[in-house]
Structure formats: C-alpha cells, structure tokens
C-alpha cells in the first residue's frame, strides 16, 4: 500500500539515491528509533534493511511491523525525543541491495517469459542472491542461457521505474506474479521491455547499473530447484576469486586448466588408494604388535590375559579388529588422547566366562571416569583418569 498513513514518512521511495537526510525523532521505544520521515529501507520482501548512521550512532539495521512502523536499530542512542538528526545511509549495503533486486526482477521476468518457470520466493543476502523456482530440475545449460539473457538486459539498460494502479488496473496487466498487498494504491515496479510487477522494494534506474549478473550454482529445496546468484562487484569478486584458485590448482597439480579436472581426479584417486593401503599398513602393524604381546601375556583358565597402554600411532579401532582373530583373549587396552583416556576391553571367547563385562562395567570405568560400552566380544569409550589403576581394576578380576 502507497500512501497509508505510518510514521517514518518513506523518503526512500521519492528519492532511492538520497543518501543523508535531517529528521526529526518521534520517539525511542524497546523496538527501536521512529523518526518523522526516513530514507532507510525496511527489511522485507526479500531486501534487507538498511544500515548507516543516526545522529552520529550506528544503525545496524531498520525494520517495520505490521502497521508499517519503521522502527530504526539504533546502538546506544544518544539524542532524545523531539531533536533532530542527521541520517547516513551506509550507501554502498544499500546500492548492493539495489542491483540485486533490480537482477532479481530480470532474472525472474526472463525465467518466466523465455522458460515457463516461476518464482516461489527470493531472498538477497550480503553475497548472493537466490531464487526459489516451481521447477523440479533446471539444466546447467538452461542457466547459463538465463545469465546470458539477463546479462543482455544488463547491456541495454533499461529504464526502470514505478507505477501506482488500483487493484483492477493491476491486474488487467497479467502480471507473472499475484498481488500480495489489499487495497489500491498497488506498486508497481517497471523494468522497461523486460518485467512488471507488484513490489515494494528499492531498484536501481536503469539495468545498466546491475553491471554484472552471474549464476553461481544451484540446490533442491522443498522439491524445487533454488538458483544461486551474484551480481554487480560481488560478482566480479566471485569470479577473481574462482579463477585464483584454479590458477593455484593448477600451480599444485603442474597442470593446463582445460586438463586440472582429470589431472585432480587422477591425484584423488590416487590418495585414496595409498590410503587404503595405509589402513592396511596400520592393520597389520596393530596386529603384529598385539600378537608380541599375547606371546608373553599370562594366562588363566587357558585363556591368555593382557593389559596395554598403547602408543600414540596405534588404533585401538585396529587393536579391537585384531583381537578377533583369536579364539580366546581378555584384553583391557587404553590409550592418551590430548585430556582424553580413550579404553578397549575386548573379552573374547571363553574370556567372558572369567568376566562378565555388563557386572563389572561401573566398577572398572569408574576407575577412570569413562563411559562408554558396546556389545561382546569389543566394549570402548573414553575417559579422563589414570590408565594405571583401569588397569589394575582389570587385573584383580581376572587374577
């Protein structure tokens, strides 16, 4: 609605260029500043709202409620009711916000007019722009195509501007999109041989001032496809950005960018493997260490009986795999961890006819404060304790 009564008369729709303005303050509530008139934007519609300052303090951020009051977000205010203040926009979160809802209205016009594909909803945050589409897939080239065309309308620079209609004349245009706001007095926003539709945010004056519209990717949600854009200089950051990293990509694999992929894949390929391998390595060495000490380990009803305060560089995860290779071991493992005491018991075979873990699981894990558990023949956690006296607990039931 245009022209409703509200306090914080909206300059910004008079003047979206004007940058300061003198106002006077209304009133300073638990919601925030009101000033008589504004030139900060609201957050809504997708637009975030504006930031700056007022009457030297920071605004970080303006919003309004659902009588359209334009509340300002004023950190620690230091003027009162009634004096005035100087407003200062912080001109280049609002340009940026601008061109993105003016690429947005292009974007979406475009992807209705040219695809047959509608938007469900938008949001603009500080790097990206994003579209929610009704489409269940969008193809990579079908994008690209769309980037393609609103970068054309970008190079035309198209005039925009807004239109007031009634509820009736609003709607014998056909617009792509319902009106959302009750009453006349609906808004329309102009891009000139490109897009109308209802809207109540801010826009650049001509397409022209997009400077760069670019897609960068796509996601599902809710069974729709939702598009991921950059515009104007964060765009052109993006892209720098993109092509220094591949350039260092291809510094580290050696390689031309047009073979960066394969050679890459190649590489991760390769990684995987030696690391396999390595697991395996690691496997072998756990087990050929566990078998030394079983070699030596006492023994009791036939049963061999070992505790283990492993090293550093062994798993206990590769230990527990080795114990059952045996047919019969008790074993109580731990191991330090930075504050951590992480613990193995491993009863297997006739081993758990010499303990029942689930009788004496407190008694020996409140000897290192642990918790943990598990399911027969392996039970592990962690702890914060002296492995010592975990060990000693173990021995004593199994001497």
Known sequence: MIGRPMHSYPVYYEQPYLTSLEATVVSITDKGVILDRTICYPEGGGQSGDQ???GGCTLVDTTKDDEHTIYHHVENPTFKEGEKVLIELDWEHRYHFMQMHTAQHVASGLLFSHFGIQTVSVHQGQSILTIETDAQQIAPETCHALEDLVNEQVLASHAVHYEVHTQASAKQ???????KVEGDGVRLVVVEDVDTVACGGLHVARTG???????AGQEKIRSHVRLIFTVG??????????????AELGTLFSSPLEQLVAVATQAVEQASLDKRELQKAEERIAALELDKRVQKAAVKDGVPVLVWDVEADLSLKDIGLAVLSYPDLALCAAKQDGQRVLWLIALQGRASELLD????????LATINAKGGGKSPLYQGSGTGDREALFSAFRERLA
Do not use: N, P, W
């Open 209 to 215: 001032e997009i400077e760069l519209f670019h897609y």
């Open 52 to 54: 700056g300052l007022v």
């Open 173 to 179: 245009l056909d617009l792509r999109r319902s009106i």
């Open 233 to 246: 200089k964060t765009a052109k950051q993006m892209i720098r950005r993109t092509e220094a990293v591949a």
């Open 357 to 364: 873990f689930s009788q004496a699981k407190q008694a020996l």
